[in-house]
């Protein structure tokens, strides 16, 4: 039986969607600074730096966009989204609900919580954004999509999502 990419699901959703993209393989990039060290074929401004968090109760899971460039602070960030004490989530908890290890997070890894248990959150500096960079559940590979296109594949898988000020 041949075994499929993690990228093949993503590329295949889009596709289903009518969504355009651009695909680029690269290096396996495991942070921003990795990525800002390849030679991409867009600006490196374009990259989303994506977050995955939890509350203090372990009940409730986040999945936070912004922009690759931007630091975020997870206290200001709880009382944004009426959370307890955030924290970064395990590498468990990751594999669990999104089914990606660390270094490969993206928002195309709620296509993998089949539970809609991850909120979505993304910047709202990024919502008219007409190129962002994220990994297709692989991190040896960029999918350029546009913001909105972004939150259709969201929306149509059904996790709950919100543009907020981050």
């Known amino acids: 039986m041949k075994q499929h990419t ?16 651009d695909f680029e ?3 396996a990039a495991y942070t921003m600074e990795e990525i800002d060290a390849l030679r991409l074929t867009r600006p490196n401004e374009s990259i989303a730096k994506n977050l995955f968090l939890r509350d203090g109760s372990g009940k409730r899971h986040f999945l936070v966009l912004v922009a690759g460039d931007k630091t975020v602070d ?17 590498e468990e908890r990751l594999m669990k609900h999104l089914k990606v290890t660390k270094g490969s997070v993206s928002p195309m890894g709620i296509l ?55």
């Open 6 to 21: 993690p990228h093949k699901k993503v590329l295949d959703i889009l596709d289903s969607l009518n969504i355009s993209y």
């Open 25 to 27: 393989r690269h290096p």
């Open 74 to 90: 997870l206290k200001k960030l709880k009382q944004t989204i009426g959370s307890s004490r955030l924290s970064f989530a395990s």
């Open 112 to 166: 993998n919580d089949d539970d809609l248990a991850v909120e979505v959150f993304i910047d709202e500096a990024l919502k008219d954004s007409t190129c962002i960079g994220v990994h297709p559940n692989d991190n040896t590979a960029t999918v350029w999509i546009s913001c909105r296109d972004l939150e259709q594949v969201i929306r149509c898988h059904g996790n709950p999502f919100s543009y907020i000020p981050i």
